[in-house]
C-alpha cells in the first residue's frame, strides 16, 4: 500500500504562488510516477504535471509556470508561479506503478490517490 498526503493549498491572488507538498509512505519502491492532477467543480479531472524515473511531464496549460520535483524518498512538490484564477481547483497528487511516458498525465494510470488540497486564485 502506498499513502499520500497533500498540503500546501491556499487562497492566492492571481499572479502569485503557491508550493504544494505530498508526502509519500508504505510501498514507495513500487511506485514508476508520482504526478499532480486538479479537477475544477464540473469539469474532469485533468493531469497537470508528472515525474517518472527523472523525467518531468507538463499539461500545456502550466508549462513555463509550473514545476514538479520530488526527493529521494518520493515525496513530490509542485510550484505554481503566475497562477491564473483558471487554476483554481482541488488538486490531488498521484502515485502509479504502471505507467509509461504516454500515460504520466492520464488518471487511468493511477493506483493511489491523495485526499486533495484546494487552491482558489482571485483576482
Known amino acids: 500500500q502506498v499513502h499520500l498526503a497533500e498540503s500546501g493549498g491556499g487562497s492566492v491572488q492571481a499572479g502569485g504562488s503557491l508550493r504544494l507538498s505530498c508526502a509519500v509512505s508504505?510501498?514507495?519502491?513500487?511506485?514508476?510516477?508520482m504526478s499532480w492532477f486538479r479537477q475544477a467543480p464540473g469539469k474532469e479531472r485533468e493531469g497537470v504535471a508528472g515525474i517518472r524515473i527523472g523525467s518531468t511531464y507538463y499539461a500545456d496549460s502550466v508549462k513555463g509556470r509550473f514545476t514538479i520535483s520530488q526527493d529521494i524518498a518520493k515525496n513530490t512538490y509542485l510550484q505554481m508561479n503566475s497562477l491564473k484564477l483558471e487554476d483554481t481547483a482541488m488538486y490531488y497528487c498521484?502515485?502509479?506503478?504502471?505507467?509509461?511516458?504516454?500515460?504520466?498525465?492520464?488518471?487511468?494510470?493511477?493506483?493511489?490517490w491523495g485526499q486533495g488540497t484546494q487552491v482558489t486564485v482571485s483576482s
Open positions: 508504505g510501498y514507495t519502491s513500487a511506485i514508476v510516477s
Open positions: 498521484a502515485a502509479g506503478r504502471w505507467t509509461t511516458p504516454a500515460t504520466v498525465l492520464a488518471a487511468s494510470g493511477y493506483n493511489y
